[in-house]
């Protein structure tokens, strides 16, 4: 019997019940693995698809404030009202609506549309502004547009929410400078401005701790500057839900932003406000005079004055002229604004002459050269003639603020500032020391005690931007010369027309000898004349080691800071160095100093003033430039504060500064000015 006709049958069923069991074992993996999904990683996938769809808005922290000694606030915060554009919100709208909703805005807002599309784009992009205006922070973060807009305007964009979507008005902190005693302290206290792409790259390579975020604004001068990471304190963050095209749907969570520290400087509002006044009614004042060698007015067109406090170092004003408003920062600053606090029409303004200005110190630096002699083998009694010049080769040095006064001592010849006594003692150590010798290595007692003064480097102080000066020494004029020679040595060739013949002679000299340092140089720099500078802010940490008995301190304009859980931080007095003077000398020196106020070259400007009971040692400074009017210089100090006060162009140091520096006395010790002679009050 064949079975032949049930085997094709046989088969077919076979082949299709293999084929249910594949389609059956195919459906169950696919079920167990949907199974697997949804239930036992649906956490992990939840949490992937969240971190698809959020982004983080950083909530800007309250900036520390800055506050003075006696704890009045310098720089603060104030509530501004702000209109912001949401660009997400904008990015659902078709471009041409787009265009409309912010030509409607730019109307209110009294801007060009052009101009107000422009600050709504990040930095880098087509068509956007240039920093500071353009937006460096994240685009899913509302964006400034307009601060200190009315309460009409803001009220307008936000009844009309139809005419203005992703449009809003909404309240922000700014910084404010409340300004006790009317103070301007802009070059202690400095300014903000918006941190640069490059910036933050150069943080991030760098490995820096605390790196601000793209739409920080962080300090850029002053006391803003060097406590930025402190005053920034740090934003708070929030996890927003935004959709497929950016949209915002949500929040999901978001931390509180930790305000700034606040800092205690060692700013005096008081004095500040005095020495700021007095500074410019000085400069005001000279541009009146008339210098006697031009017979032209003074142009006084700048100054700096300083008050430290001798025991500590710390600093009780700084001021410098021209100043300008820390407030043009801002909420941003134009481009008018920007050019015009960098030229030099205006004056530079945003150059801090305290630490910035290099200038001959002129006989200011005397008291150094004494502290070398009187330890190079001079001494107090030491005798030699103040002539009315000093002769030099074929080159008379003459005196400038004083006569011919005979055989005196250092005593005199400092309350005098008669130079042709030091010029004597610099040309003896000169002709000692090896004269003409071209070797930069000989030992020079003058130039020795300059360094241990401190000058020819920085203060050190917590302020940015400050410049060494310089000394004038035999490497530094070899040096100069290296430099200079191949300049010089083709002017003598080949001068241009209208070269005078002095700058004619000088490029002849120097080219075949610059490097030697001469009798000229030593003698000059005796007097702090010739290519010696110093900062005004240098020479008061002088006076002040002059006035404790020795000690250089690192200049300091805070003092304590206090973080946001209210743990105060004291930053304690740093010393530099200690003076290689002995208590004799420095004693001597002293002594000397008191008579520039009774009988020397500043006696005229305090007559009338109580120094039996708070003597003022001074010495004043006339400093000559090269193709300018002398700078004017008055450094003194008492047994609590040294007063240094620089105005260049100015003329001389007591009759420039001499009547503001008395002011700024009377301020810090509270004396009634003696009125002038004939007014006095009538007796009751």
């Known amino acids: 019997m064949s079975f032949d006709g049930f085997e094709a049958p046989l088969k077919a069923r076979l082949r299709l019940f293999v084929i249910g069991v594949l389609v059956f074992s195919l459906l169950c993996t696919l079920f167990g693995r949907l199974w697997y999904m949804q239930v036992m990683s649906n956490a992990d996938y939840s949490q992937a698809a969240t971190q698809n769809h959020t982004r983080q808005v950083l909530i800007p922290a309250p900036r520390g404030t800055i506050v003075d000694s006696q704890g009045r606030t310098l720089v603060g915060n104030r509530v501004s009202l702000v209109i912001t554009v949401d660009r997400s919100v904008l990015a659902k709208l078709p471009d041409s609506q787009q265009n409309v909703v912010l030509a409607r805005l730019a109307k209110v807002l009294g801007q060009k549309p052009k101009d107000l599309k422009a600050r709504t784009m990040l930095c880098g992009e087509p068509g956007a502004s240039?920093?500071?205006?353009?937006?460096?922070?994240?685009?899913?973060?509302?964006?400034?547009?307009?601060?200190?807009v009315s309460e009409q305007v803001a009220i307008e964009v936000m009844e009309r929410r139809e005419d203005f979507p992703g449009i809003a008005a909404e309240s922000q902190t700014l910084r404010a400078y409340p300004a006790p005693y009317k103070v301007n302290a802009a070059h202690i206290l400095g300014y903000l401005s918006p941190i640069t792409t490059d910036e933050l790259a150069d943080m991030d390579k760098a490995g820096q701790d605390s790196v601000p975020h793209r739409s920080d604004l962080v300090g850029r001068a002053g006391v803003e500057r060097t406590y930025d990471q402190l005053l920034r304190g740090t934003p708070g963050v929030k996890d927003v839900i935004v959709d497929a095209v950016g949209y915002t749907t949500?929040?999901?969570?978001?931390?509180?932003?930790?305000?700034?520290?606040?800092?205690?400087?060692?700013?005096?509002?008081?004095?500040?406000?005095?020495?700021?006044?007095?500074?410019?009614?000085?400069?005001?004042?000279?541009?009146?005079?008339?210098?006697?060698?031009?017979?032209?007015?003074?142009?006084a067109d700048s100054g700096a004055a300083v008050v430290m406090d001798t025991k500590t170092g710390r600093i009780v004003s700084m001021a410098s002229y021209p100043s300008y408003d820390p407030g043009v920062w801002v909420g941003g600053i134009t481009q008018r604004e920007l050019d015009a606090l960098y030229s030099s029409k205006s004056g530079t303004p945003?150059?801090?002459?305290?630490?910035?200005?290099?200038?001959?110190?002129?006989?200011?630096?005397?008291?150094?050269?004494?502290?070398?002699?009187?330890?190079?083998?001079?001494?107090?009694?030491?005798r030699l003639d103040c002539s009315s010049y000093f002769e030099v080769g074929n080159r008379r040095f003459k005196n400038y603020e004083s006569a011919s006064y005979g055989m005196i001592g250092f005593d005199r010849a400092l309350a005098l500032s008669c130079d042709t006594f030091f010029y004597r003692i610099a040309y003896a150590l000169w002709l000692k020391e090896g004269g003409n010798s071209s070797d930069v290595s000989v030992r020079d007692p003058l130039v020795e005690m300059a360094k241990k003064f401190g000058l020819g480097?920085?203060?050190?102080?917590?302020?940015?931007?400050?410049?060494?000066?310089?000394?004038?020494?035999?490497?530094?004029?070899?040096?100069y010369y290296d430099s200079q020679k191949d300049y010089y040595c083709k002017l003598s060739e080949n001068p241009p027309a209208?070269?005078?013949?002095?700058?004619?002679?000088?490029?002849?000299?120097?080219?075949?000898?610059?490097?030697?340092?001469?009798?000229?140089?030593?003698?000059?720099?005796?007097?702090?004349?010739?290519?010696?500078?110093?900062?005004?802010l240098q020479l008061a940490t002088v006076y002040s080691a002059l006035s404790n008995g020795g000690t250089l301190f690192e200049p300091r304009v805070v003092q304590s800071w206090t973080g946001a859980n209210g743990k105060a931080h004291q930053i304690k007095p740093t010393v530099k160095a200690k003076l290689p003077v002995s208590k004799n000398t420095l004693h001597y020196i002293d002594n000397a100093l008191k008579?520039?106020?009774?009988?020397?070259?500043?006696?005229?400007?305090?007559?009338?003033?109580?120094?039996?009971?708070?003597?003022?040692?001074?010495?004043?400074?006339?400093?000559?430039?090269?193709?300018?009017?002398?700078?004017?210089?008055?450094?003194?100090?008492?047994?609590?504060?040294?007063?240094?006060?620089?105005?260049?162009?100015?003329?001389?140091?007591?009759?420039?500064?001499?009547d503001a520096v008395r002011k700024i006395y009377e301020t810090l010790y509270n004396i009634t000015p003696a009125p002038p002679p004939g007014q006095e009050k009538p007796k009751q």
């Open 350 to 382: 945003l150059v801090s002459r305290a630490l910035q200005a290099q200038l001959a110190p002129g006989s200011t630096f005397k008291p150094i050269t004494t502290s070398a002699a009187l330890g190079a083998g001079y001494s107090p009694k030491t």
């Open 595 to 658: 008579e520039t106020t009774k009988t020397g070259t500043a006696a005229w400007k305090f007559q009338g003033f109580p120094l039996d009971k708070i003597p003022v040692r001074a010495k004043t400074g006339t400093a000559e430039v090269y193709g300018k009017q002398t700078t004017s210089w008055l450094a003194s100090y008492t047994d609590r504060y040294a007063v240094v006060m620089m105005i260049s162009q100015a003329g001389t140091g007591s009759g420039a500064g001499g």
């Open 130 to 148: 240039k920093p500071p205006a353009c937006w460096n922070g994240t685009p899913y973060q509302p964006i400034p547009v307009a601060k200190d």
């Open 498 to 536: 209208g070269t005078s013949a002095f700058l004619k002679q000088f490029s002849r000299e120097f080219c075949v000898d610059g490097y030697k340092y001469r009798a000229g140089d030593a003698v000059n720099f005796a007097i702090g004349q010739g290519d010696t500078t110093v900062t005004p």
């Open 457 to 479: 480097t920085p203060t050190g102080v917590d302020l940015p931007g400050e410049v060494s000066g310089r000394i004038a020494d035999r490497n530094w004029k070899k040096k």
């Open 250 to 299: 949500g929040v999901q969570k978001q931390t509180a932003p930790v305000p700034g520290a606040t800092l205690v400087t060692t700013i005096d509002s008081r004095i500040q406000a005095s020495v700021e006044a007095q500074l410019k009614s000085a400069i005001m004042t000279a541009r009146k005079q008339y210098d006697p060698i031009t017979k032209k007015k003074y142009v």
